[in-house]
C-alpha cells in the first residue's frame, strides 16, 4: 500500500515563503499538483526517485523548488515569492511507471496525498 501524506500548508502574505512536505513510501517519482476552486488540478513539478531529475511548469519556475531526501521518506517543495494566485489545495503524487507522455499530466501518477491548502493574502 502506497501511501502519501502532505503538510506545511497555512496562510502567508503575498511575497513570502512556505515549505511544503510529502511523506512518501516506496521507490518512485514525484510530482507535486494544485487545484484551485473552480479549475483543474494543475501540475506544478517533478522529481525522479534518486533526485537527479526535475522539471517545473512556467507558472512556478525560479520561485519554488522541488527536492527530496530519501533517507526520510520525504519530498519537500519549497515556495518563495508566493502570489494571491498561488492560492490552492497542493498535493503529492506517485508513480512506479515510466511514462512515454512525460510526467506533468495527472494520469501519469497512480498514488496522491490528502492534499494541504496554501492561502496567500495580498
Known amino acids: 500500500q502506497v501511501q502519501l501524506v502532505e503538510s506545511g500548508g497555512g496562510l502567508v502574505q503575498a511575497g513570502g515563503s512556505l515549505r511544503l512536505s510529502c511523506a512518501t513510501s516506496?521507490?518512485?517519482?514525484i510530482g507535486w499538483f494544485r487545484q484551485a476552486p473552480g479549475k483543474e488540478r494543475e501540475f506544478l513539478t517533478t522529481?525522479?526517485?534518486?533526485?537527479?531529475?526535475?522539471y517545473y511548469a512556467d507558472s512556478v519556475k525560479g520561485r519554488f523548488t522541488i527536492s527530496r531526501d530519501n533517507a526520510k521518506n520525504t519530498v519537500y517543495l519549497q515556495m518563495n515569492s508566493l502570489k494571491p494566485e498561488d492560492t490552492a489545495v497542493y498535493y503529492c503524487?506517485?508513480?512506479?511507471?515510466?511514462?512515454?507522455?512525460?510526467?506533468?499530466?495527472?494520469?501519469?501518477?497512480?498514488?496522491w496525498g490528502q492534499g494541504t491548502q496554501v492561502t496567500v493574502s495580498s
Open positions: 522529481i525522479s526517485w534518486t533526485g537527479g531529475t526535475t
Open positions: 516506496g521507490r518512485s517519482r
Open positions: 503524487a506517485a508513480t512506479f511507471r515510466l511514462s512515454s507522455g512525460g510526467y506533468t499530466k495527472k494520469d501519469a501518477y497512480d498514488y
